[in-house]
């Protein structure tokens, strides 16, 4: 049967004028009502009294099911009421174009259900990943949280302190990545990837690639005498390059999984932490496994990089030693990085005058046409940090806006001006090397005016973040990201943590730069919303 | 519960980890015959399958009934061996894990003979630890399955909608006639120009038909009782003077004689008396406004379904019981009267943000219209004044987040509306810290929109009908004076009213007056108390987006816990012994989490423990002057005991530290895992808060003989994990130093630090520190020396001052 009637909802963002509409349906001969927004009760009234009217031969001109928070199903659940979304159609003949398909359908096939999974896969073990884990498995949901390093943690376990209190990271998440280890409901596949995405909201087929350790997983006690017998070292990554370890570690003193690893790329084959081994947990044949999983949904999780500051050439990353990344700054300091918590310069040398430089990649059109949120903050934290361990150090920091717009942010501000941190309106607009080998910034007072130098011990630049790089391995359609590559949300403000791919969720810096507590908000949220979908399609089927 | 204690003894290796440094078998043999002890065995890992295999052998073998293990860290492992004897019939909670890694063989490496007679007093500590140990029960808390939700904005509506669709009953309590909250004054939103209408009235229109949703507007929370899981809720809900017979045809409205003048500010055309609250919000009704209704009563006869009743008076209260609770109560925008502002507001030419908003709504009071008070043509001269009421010296020294991209909108917008109107903003830093709001701030620069970075020293009238803007511009610091037809204020979110529901919910506000998280970054959504969550602006600044995503994730928190019939909550909680307990309120007044409630009266008046709010800390132990708070797992007895097995030998040379679970512990810890070495002086007793610590125990200690003794803690005020014990710690050791001057102990042998779980560091300085007290201490007396000297150095980190005792002396 087809329909001969549309009502029309008179919705404010509507891109055309509902009333021409109405008189374009009029000329092909279709009954076309305006009414008011049905989503006010004047409106709602009067879509009531169509479903009272036996409705079937109506369609409803309106908005799509991200906008209308089910509401329209609500209104009917048994008539299933036919909702053509004409809200996200850029003009009239568009609009008119779907009314038209619509009213020419027949029936609108009901779509099979599909027997639907309770497991749900959470992508990235940082802390977002982590809280999203924890939340759906506290509700009853069996999780596996595939994490690519050799720890979950993320970027918040390689940070010294978190602002705006200064509290001690790895303190706070610890005792958070031991309980997901620990949850009985919670399935850890760390040094993993995903090599194949299958299917649809309800029930993905998930293929994992787990690589090798070359550790026996549940021999090994984490007790690092591998590590000290292995003869072969190399920077560690972790600590970001500034520290040497072996080719045989454990990650961090704190990693969860606490296990051992081989970096297969720089072994010799020595077999030495074989013999060391007290428990036979090594052996150097391990290969890649794969594990098959089925999920009702997929929450991203997989967070953001640190912009790579060497192609901003300009500040000497790279070139001049004293010259490092805010995340380097954070190893520095941090009591478990490679000086043990001295503030001093990669060269070894004491720091007496330090500077940081804002908006390094960040809202620059060359490289990230955006504001990384974090970065303004973080830099006033490391500032405090370093007046902690150094206290007659200089701290200049040089700004373009000061955007310490987050709960206790702008105290911490205060706080660092109160302290004698020096906040110089300007970027600077290049770094060289003095005659001593130590950064000169080159800068322009906005505010006093004037240009000056500053020779400084170290000068930290405050990275932004960049989107992940490699998209996932989706087999049909992927979560849409946006020219960045960031992943996008369904809508900006009604549905900021689900992405485009129905059943896929979102939660941390994989959508765009966000500091740690959104992240773990996110975390929440995201788990609230796919037990949301689960039920939801458990419901239908 | 007095059975004969067969103690299972069990000592780690640790591989060359302890075995390095102490002989784990030397150890086995020194204790094998101490009391209690019905097994002792040494294995290379403890925690390994084989030495679990072992222990359960031993277990039933020998009929253990309590378990000490000498390992590493109880951080690491008691939850493995809880599990182990759990597992073989025994409580998890008659086990002790001594700590001989990261406390002993790790940090007096040098030292393998001193380490290993530390060892075995370890040991020996655990041993009379755990002898006093009692069977304690996980406590299941019974749960009701249903919410509510306190504020009908947008986050409320989110975390009622995710609540309920999964099945659980909501109730949405509003205080303002209809849902919405601020969403219902924004006309359009950022960063893509959506109407609020389009976005927020779905959300309203499904909260309103879902069936398992209960709406109560009107209607306030004004009795909140119980606890997670059990809620009782009182709820005043005015008593309607339009019932739901009312069709909205108003007739009512056309009568009133009475006319109620327009209010810009919310949107409202002049009405009647009898009036609908919002043309497009939920619930649609008609209100009687009972400020201005003289009672005439022309409308009563005037509605045709006798919907009215004028008479009504009072309030229905319902009571309602729920298992957990949504704050979501939204903010209000910056209200210049009564501030220093008042006199620029008060200008026909100025006016706020949310003004704006209403005026640039073509459904709003002036038909979209934007005129400056008294104008009749459109502006051509317009300004943006950022920060008014936020980011001040005085007053509201935070940042409100949301109005430079309002600014940035309101900015675009009357552009589109006005091209030919000269847009300026005055802001002191331009924070769009959200990539679309960057590209507003980006949007706008290329619209033409002038942007100056200036301090606005006054606003004052000028003629023709302008104001004019004096400013201090920051960049080339001159000082501008700048004529416009408009000027806006960019006014910031406060916090509002939020007095009488924070009384009612006793929920700590921030000093910026928002409600309190639990903790800023792990549980942001989370109250100190168990059960209540945020959402939203009421926790601080935030925008649509912001807000709606607490609201999910406050409705995920509710999902969780609401998973499961009852709540588990672990056995480590107090209990008041009635036998002793005095009634003198002490415990009442020091718990951070009013889990302690006051029965009977007069002498009969005792303490009770509420099991479900309280959360283990020890506080009201460590302030009963009566020793009837049993503060289980740590209780007085198994302290005194631990202390006595400390300073059994040579205790004038000991170091007695008490340092909590979270921060200090976790510090020794970490000294032990960074291999810091330290004199082996010390013999650390954990307890769950440094506010556990009872000043008898400290007197105990110096009555054994005791060298020194360390009260440590986390750092104040806000690293404490009971909100206030390393505060009420601290009170007590204020108080105990010069009591001890006055009996006649040293008052500089008793030191409060705090340490957090990285200061390792610290830790080594600290107990260096006092160990060279000690070896001074003699020569010191002898001196008579009263001052006290500390080494002067800090650690690196450390964040507090050291604290001494100077200022408690007279």
Redesign the interface.
């Known amino acids: 049967m087809t329909r001969r009637k549309v009502l029309i909802c008179a919705?404010?963002?509507l891109a055309m004028d509902g009333r021409e509409l109405a008189a374009r349906l009029k000329q092909a001969g279709v009954q076309a009502d305006v009414a008011p927004?049905?989503?006010?009760?004047?409106g709602?009234?009067r879509l009531k009294k169509l479903t009272a009217a036996k409705a079937r031969p109506w369609l409803v001109a309106a908005?799509g099911p991200e906008?209308?928070?089910?509401?329209f199903p609500?209104?009917a659940p048994e008539a299933r009421l036919p909702v053509v979304d004409v809200?996200s159609c850029p003009d009239l003949e568009t609009a008119l174009g779907a009314l038209t398909l619509a009213l020419e359908a027949r029936e609108q096939p009901e779509i099979p259900a599909v027997p639907v999974c309770r497991e749900v896969l959470v992508v990235g073990g940082g802390?977002g990943g982590c809280q999203a884990a924890l939340?759906?498995a506290?509700?009853?949901f069996k999780v596996y949280l595939v994490e690519s390093s050799l720890s979950i943690g993320g970027t918040m376990a390689q940070l010294?302190?978190?602002f705006?209190?200064?509290?001690?990271s790895?303190?706070?998440?610890g005792p958070?990545l031991v309980e997901v280890a620990?949850h009985p409901n919670i399935e850890l596949l760390s040094y993993a990837s995903l090599s194949r995405i299958a299917g649809q909201a309800g029930s993905f087929e998930v293929e994992v690639t787990i690589k090798p350790r070359y550790v026996n997983m549940?021999k090994c006690?984490g007790?690092a005498?591998c590590t000290t017998v292995c003869p072969v070292i190399v920077p560690s990554r972790w600590n970001l390059g500034l520290k040497p370890r072996k080719c045989i570690r454990i990650i961090f003193?704190q990693a969860v999984p606490l296990r051992a690893t081989i970096e297969k790329d720089y072994c010799i084959d020595c077999q030495m932490c074989v013999a060391a081994c007290?428990?036979q947990a090594i052996n150097l044949l391990y290969r890649p496994s794969q594990r098959r999983l089925t999920v009702g949904a997929i929450v991203l999780a997989t967070g953001a990089h640190p912009f790579d500051p060497t192609i901003k050439s300009e500040y000497g990353y790279g070139r001049i030693p004293g010259v490092v990344t805010n995340l380097e700054f954070e190893r520095i300091?941090?009591?478990?990085g490679p000086t043990?918590?001295?503030l001093i310069t990669p060269e070894g040398q004491p720091v007496r005058r330090l500077a940081f430089i804002q908006c390094v990649g960040s809202?620059d059109r060359r490289f990230l046409?955006?504001?990384s949120?974090y970065c303004c903050t973080a830099s006033i934290k490391e500032a405090m940090?370093a007046l902690?361990?150094e206290p007659e150090c200089e701290v200049t920091i040089f700004f373009n806006?000061?955007?310490?717009?987050?709960?206790?942010?702008?105290?911490l501000y205060?706080r660092a001006q109160a302290a004698g941190v020096r906040f110089i309106?300007g970027l600077p607009g290049r770094i060289q090397a003095g005659d001593d080998g130590r950064p000169v910034i080159g800068f322009e007072d906005?505010?006093?005016?004037g240009r000056g130098e500053l020779a400084v011990d170290m000068a930290v630049l405050a990275v932004g973040l960049e989107a992940p790089g490699e998209p996932l391995p989706f087999v049909d359609l992927a979560p849409g990201r946006d020219g960045?590559g960031?992943y996008q949300a369904r809508h900006?403000?009604?549905h900021?943590?689900e992405s485009t791919l129905p059943g896929v969720f979102l939660a941390g810096t994989c959508q765009?730069?966000r500091d740690?507590?959104?992240t773990?908000?996110?975390?929440?949220?995201?788990?609230?919303?796919v037990?949301?979908l689960l039920?939801?399609l458990a419901g239908k089927s | 519960m007095t059975d004969t204690p067969r103690i299972g003894l069990y000592i780690c290796h640790?591989?060359?980890?302890i075995a390095g440094v102490i002989s784990p078998e030397a150890l086995a043999d020194a204790a094998r015959d101490l009391p209690g002890v019905a097994v002792c065995q040494d294995h290379?890992?403890s925690?390994?399958?084989a030495g679990q295999r072992d222990i359960a052998k031993d277990i039933k073998q020998f009929g253990l009934n309590r378990m000490v293990v000498a390992a590493c860290s109880p951080k690491l492992h008691e939850?493995t061996f809880r599990r182990l004897l759990a597992e073989n019939g025994v409580n998890p909670y008659l086990l002790e894990i001594v700590n001989i890694r990261e406390h002993c063989s790790w940090v007096h490496a040098q030292e393998p003979a001193a380490a290993t007679v530390k060892a075995l007093e370890l040991i020996r500590m655990g041993l009379a630890k755990v002898r006093d140990a009692v069977p304690l029960a996980e406590r299941q808390v019974p749960l009701t399955r249903s919410a509510l939700v306190i504020g009908g904005g947008p986050a409320g509506l989110r975390a009622a909608?995710?609540i309920a669709?999964?099945?659980i009953p909501v109730i949405l309590v509003e205080r303002a006639p209809v849902l919405g909250g601020m969403a219902n004054r924004l006309y359009k939103?950022f960063?893509?120009g959506?109407?609020s209408?389009?976005?927020i009235?779905?959300?309203?229109?499904?909260v309103t038909?879902?069936p398992g949703i209960t709406v109560l507007t009107d209607s306030a929370v004004t009795e909140v009782g119980g606890h997670l899981g059990n809620y009782r809720v009182m709820v005043t809900q005015a008593r309607p003077r339009v019932t739901q017979a009312c069709d909205?045809c108003g007739e009512c409205a056309a009568v009133c004689p009475v006319k109620v003048p327009a209010d810009p500010e919310l949107g409202q055309a002049p009405r009647a008396a009898i009036y609908r609250p919002s043309?497009?919000?939920?619930?649609?009704r008609y209100l009687v406004d009972r400020l201005h209704c003289d009672r005439c009563g022309l409308c009563v006869p005037a509605c045709p379904r006798q919907a009215i009743i004028l008479e009504t008076e009072g309030e229905i209260e319902p009571a309602l019981e729920v298992g957990a609770i949504v704050v979501a109560t939204g903010f209000a925008p910056f209200e210049p009267a009564g501030s220093r502002y008042e006199a620029w507001a008060a200008l026909p030419q100025v006016i706020t943000t949310v003004d704006l908003e209403r005026r640039l709504d073509p459904?709003g009071p002036t038909g979209g219209r934007v005129l400056a008070g008294g104008a009749t043509a459109e502006p051509q001269d317009i300004a943006f004044v950022m920060c008014v009421g936020s980011?001040e010296a005085e007053g509201n020294?935070?940042?409100?987040?949301v109005c430079?991209p309002t600014a940035l909108k309101q900015a675009l917008e009357l552009k589109a509306l006005l091209p030919q109107a000269r847009i300026r903003i005055y802001y002191r830093?331009?924070?769009?810290?959200?990539?679309?709001?960057?590209?507003l701030y980006?949007r706008a620069r290329e619209a033409g929109i002038g942007f100056m970075?200036a301090q606005v020293r006054d606003i004052r009238p000028s003629e023709a009908g302008q104001v004019v803007i004096e400013a201090d511009q920051?960049?080339?610091?001159w000082v501008s004076a700048d004529r416009v037809d408009l000027a806006v204020l960019a006014v910031g979110m406060t916090p509002g009213d939020n007095a009488p529901l924070r009384e009612v919910l006793k929920l700590p506000v921030?000093?910026?007056g928002?409600f309190l998280e639990s903790?800023?970054?792990?549980?942001?959504?989370e109250t100190v108390l168990d059960g209540i969550f945020l959402a939203g602006a009421c926790?601080?600044?935030k925008d649509?987006?912001?807000s709606?995503?607490?609201?999910?994730?406050?409705?995920?928190?509710i999902?969780?816990?609401m998973?499961?019939d009852t709540i588990t909550l672990d056995g480590l909680i107090c209990a008041v012994d009635p036998e002793k307990c005095i009634g003198c309120e002490s415990c009442y007044q020091e718990c951070p989490f009013q889990a302690v409630e006051m029965m009977g009266e007069g002498k009969t008046r005792q303490a009770r423990i509420i099991e479900a709010a309280c959360k283990g800390c020890g506080v009201c132990a460590g302030a009963c002057p009566s020793g009837a708070v049993i503060a289980r797992g740590f209780t007085d007895e198994m302290i005194l005991a631990q202390i006595d097995a400390a300073l059994a030998v040579n205790p004038e040379k000991k170091i007695l530290a008490f340092c909590c679970n979270w921060?200090s512990y976790?510090g020794a810890d970490?000294a032990g895992?960074?291999r810091m070495q330290y004199p082996p002086a010390v013999r650390i007793i954990r307890t769950m808060c440094a506010g556990r610590v009872h000043p008898k125990f400290i007197l105990h200690a110096f009555a054994r003989g005791a060298g020194q003794v360390l009260v440590s803690g986390c750092h104040p005020p806000?690293?404490c994990h009971y909100i206030s014990g390393n505060l009420r710690a601290q009170a007590r050791m204020e108080k105990l130093w010069p009591k001890l001057a006055k009996k006649g102990i040293d008052p500089t042998r008793l030191r409060l630090e705090w340490i957090?779980?990285?200061?390792?560091?610290t830790f080594q300085q600290v107990i260096q520190a006092m160990a060279e007290k000690i070896a001074g201490a003699k020569a010191k007396r002898e001196k008579g020396l009263k001052d006290w000297g500390g080494t002067g150095k800090r650690g690196?980190?450390?964040?507090g001052e050291t604290q001494g005792p100077e200022d408690g002396l007279p």
């Open positions: 919705c404010p963002d927004p049905l989503c006010t009760p004047d709602l009234a908005c906008i209308h928070a089910g509401f609500a209104l809200r802390v939340d759906l506290n509700a009853g010294d302190k978190t705006p209190t200064l509290d001690c790895i303190c706070i998440l958070k620990a549940s006690v007790c005498t003193a007290e428990h300091v941090c009591a478990t043990l918590g001295s809202r046409p955006y504001c949120g940090l902690e361990h806006d000061i955007r310490t717009s987050g709960k206790g942010f702008e105290e205060l309106k906005q505010e006093r005016g960045l960031f900006p403000i009604l900021p943590l765009g730069p740690i507590s959104e773990v908000c996110q975390g929440s949220g995201a788990a609230a919303r037990i949301r039920t939801d | 640790c591989g060359h980890n290379l890992y925690c390994s399958e939850s909608l995710d669709h999964v099945g939103t960063p893509r959506q109407s209408l389009s976005l009235n779905p959300m309203m229109a499904a038909l879902h909205l043309p497009t919000a939920f619930p649609a459904q980011r020294r935070y940042c409100s987040r430079c830093d331009l924070r769009a810290v959200k990539r679309e709001w960057e590209a980006t970075r920051d960049l080339g610091q921030g000093t910026d928002f903790h800023p970054k792990l549980r942001p959504l926790q601080g600044p649509l987006a912001e709606i995503t607490q609201g999910s994730g406050a409705a995920g928190k999902l969780a816990l998973a499961h921060c976790a970490f895992v960074s806000g690293d957090s779980a990285t200061e390792g560091r690196k980190g450390e964040k």
